[in-house]
């Protein structure tokens, strides 16, 4: 009964996180975030930038990066709009 419900827990946070990465991407497009882990020297060892859709779970994926790196590594994100004429 536990796994079931750890598996139906598993199910509904994928649903809403992919409804929420098309809920960006139609709302917001332009919206972009740049994200980095840098060391306690700060040198970058780590970097995501996208825009719309792709920003969806970018800060806590850096977290989780900077976490796995050890301490003293620091993530940031900054957010940021894109140029219309920008766009690929």
């Known amino acids: 009964m536990k796994a079931k419900n750890i598996l139906s827990t598993f199910i509904i946070s994928a649903v809403l996180a992919g409804c929420a990465s098309i809920a960006r ?3 917001m ?8 882990v840098t060391d306690p020297n700060g040198n970058v060892v780590w970097e995501d930038d996208g825009c ?37």
Do not use: F, R, W
């Open 25 to 27: 991407e139609l709302v």
């Open 29 to 36: 497009p332009n919206q972009c975030q740049k994200c980095q």
């Open 52 to 88: 719309g859709g792709e920003v969806s779970g970018m800060e806590d994926q850096c977290k989780i990066t900077a976490y796995d790196y050890g301490c003293g590594y620091i993530c940031s994100c900054s957010t940021y709009k894109q140029d219309p004429e920008e766009e690929e």
